[in-house]
């Protein structure tokens, strides 16, 4: 069985910051490409960013320059560090990770439970 367990959420006032934890836990054999999404009351689940497992990233063109994905492998665990947060980043933040259990088994997908930022005004 795999966890991910996200940490890291809280309240923040605008211009504030938050780093945000993702560890993965269970029968894990190989993890490839980390996710961070995220969901707005109201709104779809979105992609905020995302890390390969060689560390290439890729992040939300309106969250460049304040979201930074991170991963330590030896951890199993990704991180987004987020700067300079605004009120519409509130949302509950999820991440997903794409992990093979078994060296014969496809990989799947899993996602964490949520953790929820919110930023005042």
């Known amino acids: 069985q795999v966890q991910l367990v996200e940490s890291g959420g809280g309240l923040v006032q605008a211009g504030g910051s938050l780093r945000l934890s993702c560890a993965a836990s269970g029968s894990i054999f190989s993890i490839y490409d980390m996710n961070w999404y995220r969901q707005a009351p109201g709104k779809q689940r979105e992609m905020v960013a995302v890390?390969?497992?060689?560390?290439?990233?890729n992040v939300a063109p309106s969250e460049k320059g304040r979201f930074t994905i991170s991963r330590d492998n030896a951890k199993n665990t990704m991180y987004l560090q987020m700067n300079s947060l605004k009120p519409e980043d509130t949302a509950v933040y999820y991440c997903?990770?794409?992990?093979?259990?078994?060296?014969?088994?496809?990989?799947?997908?899993?996602w964490g439970q949520g953790t929820q930022v919110t930023v005042s005004s």
């Open positions: 890390i390969s497992s060689g560390g290439s990233t």
């Open positions: 997903k990770a794409r992990i093979k259990v078994n060296v014969n088994i496809p990989p799947s997908d899993y």
